[in-house]
């Protein structure tokens, strides 16, 4: 089945030390996010790719690092820049031009909690 | 700059009853929205989307009403059922391929 898939679910992190989320997706997609969430928010766009080799900051990039060497991976590394990194990850896709236009498909989520 | 807020944080109905979910934007030259369901611990799920060049759009149980005179989106649930509890997102798209979520809702639904 085609689809999102983000791994680990949940990550656990001392504090000083990076830390890579992984997503990936089969759906043939150009575009891929990463989102952030905090408890009770809505989500907050760190980064995003409209082409492979090619991605822009969103509204909250500081500390984050993105990369996007193959069309369907596109990970995020959270690096101990980010002051306050636990939060639920989330990635998503979405094909330029489609139908839906704008609709994202999300994955699962990641947890990440810092210790 | 935009925004996209929601009037409620939590809304609490019967089961059976119909719900509705208010958003309000600012950005007039939104062209596109879209309802998420999240359920814990998950990621959001489409429910339903509507252009700027439309007023209503109906799906199955689900209604999206689009008011742009005062930037007021909502969601409307017939019949809800304990499967519809989650939060709901409303999300507008003002630039190619870039949504701006607001806070969400959080629907309960008491048997």
């Known amino acids: 089945d085609g689809g999102i898939t983000q791994s680990p679910k949940y990550l656990f992190r001392k504090e000083g030390q990076n830390v890579t989320l992984s997503c990936e997706q089969n759906?043939?997609?150009?575009?891929m996010y990463w989102y952030r969430q905090d408890p009770g928010q809505g989500l907050r766009l760190i980064y995003y790719?409209?082409?492979?080799?090619?991605?822009q900051k969103g509204d909250i990039a500081e500390g984050y690092s993105v990369s996007r060497e193959k069309k369907e991976s596109f990970p995020l590394t959270v690096t101990s820049a980010q002051k306050n990194p636990t939060a639920f990850y989330l990635c998503?896709?979405?094909?330029?031009?489609?139908?839906?236009?704008?609709?994202?498909?999300f994955g699962e989520g990641s947890r990440l909690t810092v210790l | 700059g935009e925004s996209v807020g929601l009037h409620l944080p939590t809304l609490s109905v019967q089961e059976g009853d119909n719900s509705i979910i208010n958003c309000a934007y600012s950005?007039?030259?939104?062209?596109?929205f879209i309802w998420y369901k999240q359920e814990s611990g998950k990621g959001p799920q489409f429910i339903i989307d509507?252009?700027?060049?439309?007023d209503k759009r109906q799906g199955q149980r689900v209604t999206v009403l689009l008011n742009k005179t005062v930037k007021h989106l909502s969601l409307q649930i017939a019949a809800t059922q304990p499967g519809d509890s989650a939060v709901y997102f409303c999300?507008?798209?003002?630039?190619?391929?870039?949504?701006?979520f607001g806070q969400g809702t959080r629907l309960t639904i008491n048997p």
């Open positions: 998503a896709s979405s094909h330029p031009g489609g139908p839906k236009n704008g609709e994202l498909f």
């Open positions: 759906l043939n997609h150009d575009a």
């Open positions: 790719s409209q082409i492979v080799n090619d991605f």
């Open positions: 950005n007039s030259a939104s062209d596109y």
């Open positions: 509507i252009r700027s060049n439309m």
């Open positions: 999300a507008e798209n003002d630039a190619v391929q870039k949504l701006v």
